[in-house]
């Protein structure tokens, strides 16, 4: 949308209103919806200009007074902090703040430890957002609130969204004028210098959302200082906590340093520390090796992403560590398969392999919970190594995984599987297309469902793009024989998937590649049967494919699609009156589709054409659904070009009279939505210029102006002269102005909020406030 700010009059009628705003409101996202209303306004070029000029700072003064409700206090705050952010307009704010006695920033001052976390929010927002001005003023307020103690104690805030707050704040002061504040280089070192054992849980949160912050911040002094204080000793304690919230935030950290640090040995500790406390018999073993197992697999995803750590000592470890978690993989589910030994297997992985083999050894092959837990997390290692790696070995293992029972049965798990195995085939086909001809038997694994087959079938595509006709003929004969057999699941899910597939097939890849999957694998009698599935998903994603095959298919077969017996007068109807609206959508394009192709001369057959009744475009004409109204705007829009314009035999133009498309489509032309009388009236704007430049009157006179809608009289015969008398009344410049989302926001803005605003007249507290209503 071009103009989604709002006009000065409203925005200086909710400024205005907006001290008196009810305090009896209950619903406190109404507030958070007026300050969104006013940000609208700070699009302006000009708008903190304008707020001054409105005396924007008095009426903000307004709305901290003693009586005033303090979420009507917040949200002047947090609308100043989005003054103090406007591009090349905030410093005329920010300067304008600190002028005379600096009531706001007093008031500021005052209650950065108010009860309430809304007003603790607001004023952690106004600071941030000041932060850029960087000059003496707000060295002054950073001072006033005391800014190293104000910053930590609202770290430790029991509010998420202020500690959310506070560690941007960190962020945004940790690093300026080319150095780190020392007092909040002191303030980090209080808050992780405090002993692991007398943390609350809001002190761990507060110290990794700290770390969090300091890793985001690109400057190589914050770097070397994060890695220096959150080193693998001090963030082990957090990795093996109580409580998994803290573990899970801990193994994100884990997984930054894993990316920024250029410590050779520090894969060594991460793997020793990792493995530290599985030989301890206790109950908390089990969280031990899923920490151990969630460890291992943000080494294998991240050290290969890091430069300075990816020499190839630690990319043989990283094979080490997928090699431990495929032979943890293979026990789980009882599967014989010798894991080759690497010689990145170090002791210290070698003991954490065993200690879960042995956890293991309690518990009931591949049914356990714990069991369960711990394959899960053993594949994910598997899949992050596949990310970046292919290698013939760990594929095998792969391979093997996905053929056992025991995997397909657990859904999870066969997913995980799965998306190792897409990984390594998106890397290996850029060696070697050979090792995609796998492919086409795993489609045909009826285990994997529609998510994983979708996903395989994304692949497929690239795989086809990529690779030459002579090289992928095979594949495709061998493929197309894959998705005839999930044409037929019993899972629609998995039907529906495999339609989808064609259609992408057809609508991507270049028609003498689609066809050696489309016509030489014989797919069109299976696509046509779905139009007569029992579920209406698999009948609309039929159709669709349908309409995409004959697209981009050659004369030859789209002629073969038009006389398919499945697709006659009676199955097109059929489809068409379907009770679901979004098969009755695919319907209509499909019949659309045939019928341009007819119309243009590029086919044979009129079933299409006979499909429909002069009732039945009338119904859809006013169907609920505005999506099936455009579609059927355009069939009737190419009804009546062929009609009037298109070469036409007697008994086809006697059908078409029949079907008064031409006079459905000018009663169209009211429909309540923009969509709808957008197709009508390029269509009836195409026709009537058609009709003029036959005329030959056009350049002569040059009285027709194109979008115009002035009348010009030309002369037809019969039903061509009545019809383009009526083109004539139509104002076509007035409907062409009525279909832009630009007047319709206008309009909408102009009629309601506007007139409801300025009206405000009543006790602001009785409840009739415009406010109330956003």
């Known amino acids: 949308m071009a103009n989604t700010a709002i006009s000065p009059a409203v925005m200086r009628g909710v400024l205005e209103q907006l001290p008196v705003m009810s305090g009896k409101i209950v619903d406190d996202t109404r507030h958070e919806k007026v300050l969104s209303y006013m940000r609208l306004f700070l699009q302006s070029p000009t708008c903190i200009e304008q707020l001054l000029g409105w005396k924007l700072l008095d009426i903000a003064e307004s709305c901290l007074q003693l009586n005033s409700d303090y979420r009507v206090s917040s949200v002047a705050i947090r609308f100043l902090g989005d003054c103090l952010a406007v591009h090349r307009q905030g410093r005329d704010a920010w300067l304008a703040i600190n002028q005379g006695d600096q009531c706001i920033l007093r008031w500021i001052i005052e209650n950065v430890d108010s009860q309430h976390a809304l007003v603790r929010f607001a004023c952690l927002y106004f600071i941030r957002q000041a932060a850029v001005m960087a000059d003496e003023r707000f060295d002054a307020l950073v001072e006033a609130v005391d800014y190293q103690r104000f910053i930590l104690r609202r770290l430790l805030d029991s509010s998420y969204f202020v500690v959310t707050e506070a560690c941007a704040l960190l962020g945004s002061m940790f690093y300026r004028g080319g150095s780190m504040d020392p007092a909040l280089c002191e303030l980090v070192e209080r808050l992780i210098g405090r002993s692991f054992e007398a943390q609350s849980t809001p002190h761990k949160m507060a110290v990794l959302a700290t770390a969090v912050i300091l890793f985001a911040i690109r400057e190589e002094p914050v770097r070397v200082y994060a890695l220096e204080q959150f080193s693998q000793i001090r963030l082990q304690m957090y990795l093996f906590d109580d409580d998994r919230l803290i573990r899970d935030k801990a193994l994100d950290i884990l997984e930054l340093t894993l990316r920024l640090s250029s410590d050779s040995a520090c894969l060594a500790r991460v793997v020793e520390s990792l493995g530290s406390r599985l030989s301890q018999r206790t109950a908390k073993r089990k969280v031990y090796a899923l920490v151990a197992l969630r460890g291992l697999a ?150 994997i469902q529609a998510p994983g087959l979708k996903l395989l079938f994304d692949l497929v595509l690239e795989s086809i793009s990529d690779q030459g006709d002579v090289d992928s003929a ?112 695919a319907a209509l394009d499909l019949v659309y589709a045939l019928g341009d192709h007819a119309v243009s001369g590029r086919l044979e057959g009129r ?69 709808v009388r957008r197709v009508c009236l390029d269509g009836l704007l195409d026709m009537k210029l058609s009709y003029e430049e036959a005329s030959g009157n056009v350049e002569e006179t040059g009285a027709v102006e194109g979008r115009s809608g002035k009348r010009q009289t030309v002369e037809y015969g019969g039903d061509g002269e009545s019809f383009y008398r009526k083109l004539c009344d139509i104002d076509f410049a007035r409907l062409e102005s009525t279909l832009t989302a630009e007047h319709l926001y206008q309009e909408a803005l102009d009629t309601q909020v506007e007139k409801e605003m300025m009206t405000e007249t009543q006790d602001p507290n009785i409840g009739n406030n415009i406010l109330d209503c956003y």
């Open 298 to 447: 943000a080494i294998v995803k991240d050290v290969p992403a890091n430069s300075a750590l990816c020499s190839p000592e630690a990319l043989s470890q990283c094979l080490g560590i997928v090699h431990s978690a495929l032979a943890i993989l293979l026990h789980v589910y009882g599967i014989r398969h010798q894991v080759p030994e690497s010689a990145g297997t170090t002791k210290t992985l070698a003991a954490i392999e065993t200690e879960i083999l042995d956890l293991m050894d309690g518990s009931q092959l591949g049914a356990s919970a714990i069991a369960n837990s711990v394959a899960c997390e053993a594949a994910r290692v598997v899949r992050e190594y596949c990310r970046t790696t292919f290698d013939q070995r760990v594929f095998a293992v792969l391979e093997q995984l996905l053929e056992n029972r025991a995997v397909q049965r657990n859904a999870q798990q066969l997913q995980l599987v799965l998306d190792a195995i897409i990984h390594s085939l998106r890397l290996a086909k850029q060696a070697s297309f050979s090792h995609l001809l796998v492919l086409p038997s795993i489609v045909a694994n009826f285990a």
């Open 607 to 675: 079933e299409w054409m006979h499909c429909l009744t002069y009732f039945k475009l009338y119904q859809m004409g006013d169907d609920p659904d505005f999506e099936v109204r455009v579609r059927c705007a355009k069939i009737l829009a190419l009804l009546a070009r062929w009609m009037h314009f298109a070469s036409i035999t007697a008994s086809d133009r006697a059908f078409v009279v029949e079907l008064q498309a031409d006079a459905l489509l000018l009663d169209m032309c009211t429909d309540s939505s923009r969509y």
């Open 474 to 585: 095979q594949f495709v004969q061998l493929l197309a024989q894959s998705v005839k057999a999930r044409l037929a699941d019993v899972e629609w899910e998995v039907r529906d998937t495999a339609l989808e597939f064609i259609s992408a097939a057809a609508n991507t890849l270049e028609w003498s590649r689609a066809q050696g999957l489309i016509v030489d694998g014989d797919l069109l009698g299976d696509v046509v049967s779905a139009l007569s599935d029992t579920e209406e998903y698999v009948r609309a994603s039929g159709a669709q494919a349908l309409v995409a095959i004959l697209g981009s298919a050659d004369a030859e077969f789209r002629q073969l699609v038009a006389d398919h017996s499945g697709l006659g007068s009676q199955q097109l109807e059929q489809l068409v009156n379907d009770s679901e609206a979004f098969v009755k959508r």
